[in-house]
């Protein structure tokens, strides 16, 4: 699964079955802590350490660069996805410094014009944006329409920052963007022929967002049936506890998962 949604209502059934059950992308806090699962596990950071690392990194960056973060406007695509970044930030943001005084959601199809206007309105520092490729898109185009850019612009877990056609769409004006997301290590050789190779097969660059980590989920699943030798749900949950899987290509330290499933 990629989307939240979608995830919880998989994860729900998988758990029912006792299956084990290995998410590649989803980031909604709540799929793992809102209830206890035993046969669900997350490779990937939740939305709240995202939130909490974008606020952290915000103010970083942009200091770094002669720029004072003091307030800021949230977007967010209105769907558990959106609203658990939305709800991260409302506690990782204040505890930087930073004031939230303006909050516009979109739903699917919708345009935002109206959006922009709020923000224009409330002229934060930054606008964060957590949003899939095509709300962030059409929140670029209104930026443009109405000739508005803020000081800092950019996402969490915004996939739109990582796909190559969402950024040839979006185009210079988000150069620059700060972006909270999943990456994987284009440092290393393994994930430049995988690159190159997901050219080839598919005539599109490898987005980290979604195939991407679905890759590094994959590579997890492997090395926990080789580890446990089997294809037994209660031994591959056993292995599942207790793995720590090194050799991924994600853009982050070994993979190991702690009591609630989320990788430690």
Known sequence: CFSSPVTEDATRIAESEEVPFVISA?????????????????????????????????????????????????????????????????????????????????????????????????????????????????????????????????????AAFTNPPALEEMGEIVNGAITTGYSLDVTSDEVKSIQERYQEEYGEPLDPASPGMAFGAAQVIIEVFEEAGSAYSETLKETLDEIEVSDHVMAMPPVTFDENGENE
């Open 26 to 158: 989803a980031a909604d806090a709540d799929i793992l802590q809102e209830s206890p699962l035993e046969y669900v596990y997350r490779p990937q950071p939740s939305s709240l350490r995202m939130a909490e690392n974008h606020a952290q990194y915000l103010t970083e960056v942009a200091g770094d660069n002669g720029l004072n973060v003091e307030t800021a406007g949230l977007f967010y695509l209105d769907n558990s996805y959106g609203q658990s970044i939305r709800d991260g930030l409302r506690e990782a943001l204040p505890a930087e410094g930073i004031e939230i005084i303006e909050e516009t959601a979109i739903n699917f199809g919708q345009t935002a014009e109206t959006q922009v206007t709020e923000f224009r309105n409330a002229d934060p520092d930054a606008i964060i944006a957590t949003s899939f490729e095509g709300q962030t898109v059409e929140l670029v185009k209104a930026m443009k329409d109405q000739d508005y850019m803020p000081p800092v612009f950019g996402g969490v877990a915004n």
